[in-house]
Structures are given as structure tokens and as C-alpha cells.
């Protein structure tokens, strides 16, 4: 297997799960750089996958024409290349590919951090014209997402929240990077949610200050789900950074431990 996976294993007892993070778009197993340590302190077996094309993992062709299906074939490699079937933590895009591919592999549970909401990302692309619109132009000009998160403030407004520390920031926007712009139709027009198909335990969570996704669009989710959502207030959408950080995987901690 070509994709590179990161991986954490604790010191001393083992919890019977491993956890495999799953990351969204235009970030890298990078995203997990805080969570995969704090889990592992408290027994968990921690991996985190780059799919195709992002962080160490090659493109396996052209990233602009990357499908779902592709990163759901990804996420059943890096599930496969473990030795034991992992509870799922996935964030926005990667909550999608999770979905996915839940529909034909059960697994012991998962847990969705901002993931695509079962509307899709309709509103989403809405907000991103009207905020952003010049960004927003350059990305569907240059059939890549990353344009949108190019300049700086533009990233920082639509994935932390505004009392994040600069110099967090600033590393953060340095390792962001272009996404399928394929994928991104396909979020728009024809891929959702369909948790009528999927029998693993999934739990939602979700930040207030989400720009992406709302906390509205998020309960609906986990009410298909039959769970109740998990709120980080303050929380943007990018959960695994910015000063609640720990509130979030505090609350992926509590739903793993769950299943």
C-alpha cells in the first residue's frame, strides 16, 4: 500500500479498538497532529491516514478528478492495512468518505467531527460566493479548491475561530493544499449522506462557529443517526485546532468509548 498512514500505539493497556482519523479536504494526516498523541495517552491505538493526493500519499493520477469512490477505496486500504477493525474519526470531507463507505463495511463505530451534512454543501457554496467571491471565482476558474484557502484570512475565516493564535495560524495555512475539484461537484450535486444504509454507531459533532456547516444541519444528521449531537461552543470547523481543541476530542474520547 502506497498511502501513508501515521501512527501512535500507547504505552501500557490497550483499549480493544484502534482509531483511524480520517481528514478532510485540503489538509493531511497533519490535521490529527494534536488528537493522535492525546488519544494514545489514554490508551487508544491511534492512526491517521493521508488519502490519495494529500500529505506523503501520492495523487494516483490527477487530484482535480479525484472521486468520493476513490477516497472511499483509500479509507477501506488504510482500514485493512490494520490488524484490527477501527472506530472511525473523520473530519468534514473525510466525515463523507467515512459515510461511504460505512454503507458495505460495518465497523465498531464512528465518529464525525463537522462532516458534510445530509443537504450537502449547497449553502456552503453559497456563503463561500458571497464571503469570499474574488477566492471563490479563482477556484472554479482553476477547477481547484485550493484557491479558496490561498490567502491566509480567507482560510482563517472559513476553518478557525478568530481568537486562534496567529502563529497557530500561520501553521496551520502553511501545509493547506488544493482539493478534487470533481469531488466537490459531486458533494454539490449527487453524493450525501444516506444513513438509512449504514448500521455502525455514528456520533456527530459540531462547532457553533462552523462557517461551513451549521449546528442546525448537524442535528439533523445525527437525528437520522438516532444520536444526539455533540456541541464544542466556539468550535469553527476546523475542531481539531484553535483554543477548544481539547473540548472537541474530549467529545470524540466520550463518543469512542461509547461504542
Not at 88 to 96: R, Y
Not at 190 to 209: C, D, F, K, N, Y
Not at 218 to 227: D, I, L, N, P, V
Request: charged share 20%; net charge neutral; aromatic share 8%.
Amino acid at each position: 500500500m502506497d498511502l501513508a498512514i501515521e501512527s501512535i500505539r500507547p504505552v501500557g493497556k490497550t483499549r480493544l479498538h484502534p482509531l483511524l482519523f480520517v481528514h478532510g479536504a485540503w489538509h493531511g494526516a497533519w490535521c490529527w497532529e494534536r488528537f493522535l498523541p492525546w488519544f494514545a495517552d489514554r490508551g487508544w491505538e491511534s492512526h491517521a491516514v493521508d488519502l490519495r493526493g494529500h500529505g506523503r500519499s501520492p495523487n494516483r493520477g490527477s487530484r482535480r478528478t479525484t472521486r468520493i469512490h476513490d477516497y472511499v477505496a483509500d479509507l477501506g486500504e488504510a482500514v485493512d492495512a490494520l490488524d484490527r477493525p477501527p472506530i472511525l474519526i473523520a473530519h468534514s470531507l473525510g466525515g463523507l468518505v467515512a459515510q461511504r463507505f460505512l454503507e458495505t463495511r460495518e465497523m465498531p463505530g464512528a465518529v464525525l467531527l463537522a462532516p458534510v451534512p445530509l443537504a450537502g454543501v449547497t449553502r456552503t457554496t453559497l456563503m463561500a460566493a458571497t464571503r469570499h467571491p474574488l477566492r471563490f471565482l479563482q477556484a472554479n476558474l482553476t477547477f481547484d479548491l485550493g484557491a479558496l484557502v490561498k490567502d491566509r484570512k480567507v482560510a482563517a475565516d472559513l476553518l478557525l475561530p478568530a481568537d486562534t493564535d496567529p502563529t497557530e495560524v500561520d501553521s496551520i495555512w502553511s501545509r493547506l493544499q488544493g482539493e478534487s475539484y470533481v469531488a466537490y461537484l459531486q458533494m454539490l450535486f449527487t453524493v450525501r449522506p444516506r444513513p438509512p444504509l449504514i448500521s455502525t454507531p455514528v456520533v456527530i459533532v459540531a462547532g457553533t462557529e462552523d462557517r461551513l456547516f451549521t449546528v442546525e444541519a448537524q442535528r439533523r444528521t445525527a437525528r437520522a443517526y438516532g444520536s444526539e449531537l455533540m456541541v464544542i461552543e466556539g468550535g469553527a470547523h476546523d475542531l481539531m485546532f484553535g483554543p477548544r481543541w481539547e473540548a472537541a476530542a474530549m467529545a470524540a474520547h466520550k463518543a469512542a468509548a461509547s461504542f
